[in-house]
Structures are given as C-alpha cells and as structure tokens.
C-alpha cells in the first residue's frame, strides 16, 4: 500500500488523467440518485481484499461522481456555489499530494507563511491594524464559534459576576449563529432589521440598553454583523454598529463568510466601512474567493486573545510552544490541513486585480439578471441586489410550486435553483459567484417561468 509500484504508477495517470479532464471540461450538473439506485449500481465497496484502485476509481467516475452536483456549474445557483479557480485546484492535487502539517510553524512553516500572506490580504483589505492575524478553518460555522468563543472569554474576564451570557445578532444573520449558541450554552438577543432587511445601528444600541436594564445578571458579549446575508446579500449597517460595539465595551464580530469578499473589489469595498473596527471577522475563499472546499478565514483584531483561549496544551504538545505562529491555537482544531494553501497559490499566481474582476463581472450578471426580472411579467424582484445575490418571487406561486419547478429544473438538468423564504414567504434566489455564469444561462431560466 505504501510503496509506488508499476500498478501505482498505472493508477495514477489515471487519477491525474481524469482530475485534468474534470478541470478541463464544462462541468456536467448532475443530480443526487436515490440510496437504493446507488446499493443497486455501486454495491459493497468495502471488502477483506479490496477492490483495486482501477476498479474503485471506475465505480467513483461512472456511478459516484455523477450522483453529486457539480457545485461549479454556472447554472448551480442555489445556497452559495462555489467557483475555484483552475489554479486554486491544482495546487488542492499538491496539499493533498504532500502530507503539509498545517497546525503549527514547527511542522509546516512554509505552509503557515504562505497561508498568513493570503490572511494579511484580507486583513489589509478590511483595514484591520498590523498584528491582526488567525488562521483557515473548516467552514463559516467553526469560524464563528471559534470567533464567539474568543469573544466570551474575553468578557468573562472582564466581568465575573454575569450568569448568562448573550449574542447579539439581526434576524437574518445566519444559522452557524444560533448553533455556536447552542454549542456555548449562551442565549440569542435576536434584533430585527428594518425594511431593507439590514440591522440598524440605533436599533442595536437601544434593544442592548433594554436588554441590559431588564435583565442585570445577563451580559451580550458579541455583536454579530452580518455583512452579507447569504439569502438576499444584505449588508448590516457595519459602521454604526461597531460604534455602539466600542461604546458599551463589547466584542464586535463581522461574519462575512460570503460577502466580506466583495472587499477584493473597489465599485463595492465602500458598503463595508467600519469592518476596520472589527474584533473578528470571516470571510470563506470557498464561497466568493474562488477557492475549492473548504477554507475559511477568521481573523482577530487581538490574536493574542484568541490564542490564549484556543491553545490546547498537553505534555506531547509542549514542543510546539516556541513563540512562533500556531495556527491550531487560534480556533477550535488541533490537526489541520493547510486548506489555506490552494487559496494562497492562486492569488500569488494571478494577483489580486483579476480576484476584483472577476468579482465584478458576477455582480454584473446579477445586476442584469435584477433588470431581466423586472421586465418578466410573471416575476417580482424582492429587492435591487447589493452584492451578487438576487432574490425573487412568481406572481400565484406557492411552496409546492416552487418546489416543483426547481425539481424540474434539476430533473430536465437545465440548472440548479432552489426555492428559499423571506419574512415567511417563498422566493426563488440566484447566488452568482461564478464568474462562467453568464446573462444567457439566467435567461435560459427566467424562460421556464
Ligand atoms: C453569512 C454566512 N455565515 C456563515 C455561513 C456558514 O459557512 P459554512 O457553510 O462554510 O460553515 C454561511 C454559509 O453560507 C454564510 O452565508
């Protein structure tokens, strides 16, 4: 198993082969097949003698590869796509291919400086101060739990006497909020937004100061500003907010796991001032950075306050505290891959301008996708979109027939869209972070409305 052979060797070209024709070639979309169509087309693929690579390799390109949807395809546009760039994949084969400790500097300091420069990218973009730093983590989930945790330690120190602690968020920050709350055994203070679904920053102000006068042994340690809602791409009032966040000494954390990206771009970077204020933020390269699954980066404003509380000590581990940059201490993993990396190799290969434009020409077709809408006798546009997500409802239409279009439009395999809710009602959303997807593949499904 651990030597490469000739029939390794055989097996590799053909791994290699069909990851290049992958990368090659228009992604197909592909659908889900049902548990049973996979028993009675893969069977049992785990056995005494196993099956030989060749074999295995055939079962995934014919039968497994097939049943998953390419979340590339410029027709994907449900939940939020994803978009790696032709580099940022390769370099995935070279991770995957070199065994890179990415956890601490001692195991893989070339790995961790490399990923760094990608963060300090962000950081800089952001206007965050020099020191800021974090790491990659797995997805926007850990990063705001390993965000929110940070955040709770640091007001646990500052005030002993609080029983119970509280997030701070709108009613259309994202699902990863409410679970890092149930992980933390901490209540939500649920805030809503005003007509443009953004939260207000006076509105923050005033339901902490109630929230605070009717319930003295209660605290908000964080306040979470949404700077752009995976539903409809809304950016909270970031500047305000981080201003009430500073005036009653609390933790202000920035989750922008889709749309901090539009930093990269300048027609955009204005909606995010006051992001500079953040004591944390994420951003996933995976969503709208064109990185491939799964990297998301979370950085802090202080490191040191992170790394005090994330660090996890044992006698084996001692050997890694030599003052130099773990990224393991910084949120709630210890072995990780240098998923950071493929990001890193891509913006070092193309440079930073072509991430903008690529950026714009997304938001472009979503801006001449918002006008197609309008113009569509059957279709309302819910709003003008801000980033590159555009949100919309069919005149008559209820749950079931949204459903049933979008399992049509899957089935005839035209294009991936499913229906969502807003304010209790459903809508349709396209998410464009693509930039293959193109005027005339939303056209293709504005038809069959
Ligand atoms: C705003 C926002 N925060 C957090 C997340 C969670 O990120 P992940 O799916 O990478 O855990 C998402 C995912 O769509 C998101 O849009």
């Known amino acids: 198993m651990h030597e490469f052979d000739e029939e390794i060797d055989s097996l590799a070209a053909k791994i290699l082969d069909y990851s290049l024709i992958r990368l090659k070639t228009d992604p197909p979309l592909d659908h889900p097949w049902s548990y049973e169509e996979l028993c009675e087309e893969v069977g049992e693929t785990i056995t005494e003698s196993g099956l030989g690579g060749e074999k295995a390799l055939q079962l995934f390109k014919d039968v497994l590869a097939p049943a998953c949807i390419s979340t590339d395809h410029p027709r994907y546009l449900a939940f939020i796509p994803s978009a790696p760039t032709e580099s940022a994949n390769l370099f995935d084969l070279v991770v995957g291919a070199s065994a890179l400790y990415g956890g601490s500097w001692l195991e893989g300091a070339g790995a961790v400086f490399a990923e ?224 950071g990396l493929p990001f890193w190799f891509s913006l070092a290969a193309h440079g930073t301008k072509k991430y903008a434009k690529a950026m714009d020409k997304t938001m472009d077709v979503a801006q001449a996708a918002a006008v197609l809408i309008k113009a569509h006798p059957n279709l309302e546009l819910l709003m003008e979109p801000t980033l590159s997500i555009v949100a919309f409802t069919r005149k008559g ?11 049509k439009l899957l089935g005839d395999q035209v294009a991936f869209v499913t229906p969502s809710f807003h304010r209790g009602e459903p809508l349709l959303r396209f998410a464009i972070v693509n930039p293959w997807t193109s005027i005339e593949d939303i056209k293709m499904i504005l038809e069959r409305l």
């Open 116 to 339: 760094n420069q990608a963060l300090k990218w962000i950081s800089d973009l952001a206007g965050l101060p020099e020191g800021s730093g974090g790491t990659f983590v797995q997805g926007g989930t850990i990063g705001n739990l390993s965000a929110l945790v940070t955040a709770r330690h640091d007001a646990k120190s500052k005030h002993p006497e609080i029983e119970k602690w509280i997030i701070a968020c709108s009613t259309e920050a994202h699902s990863s909020i409410k679970s890092a709350a149930e992980v933390m055994d901490v209540e939500i203070l649920t805030i809503a937004t005003d007509e443009s679904n953004r939260l207000l920053g006076k509105k923050v102000a005033q339901a902490i100061d109630e929230f605070h006068l009717e319930n003295p042994k209660k605290r908000v340690f964080a306040i979470v500003a949404t700077a752009g809602t995976t539903n409809l791409g809304v950016i909270d009032e970031i500047a305000e907010i981080a201003n009430v966040a500073r005036e009653l000494g609390i933790w202000f954390h920035v989750d922008g796991a889709y749309g901090l990206a539009a930093l990269a771009s300048e027609r955009t970077k204005p909606l995010f001032r006051g992001v500079e204020k953040a004591d944390s933020l994420i951003v996933d390269p995976h969503k709208w950075l064109f990185a491939p699954f799964d990297a998301c980066a979370l950085i802090y404003r202080n490191p040191e306050i992170a790394r005090r509380v994330h660090t996890q000590s044992a006698g084996y581990l001692e050997a890694l505290e030599r003052g130099e940059w773990n990224p393991s201490d910084y949120a709630i993993h210890l072995t990780r891959r240098a998923r």
């Open 397 to 407: 239409w209820k749950l079931d027939d949204y459903k049933a279009w979008s399992e």
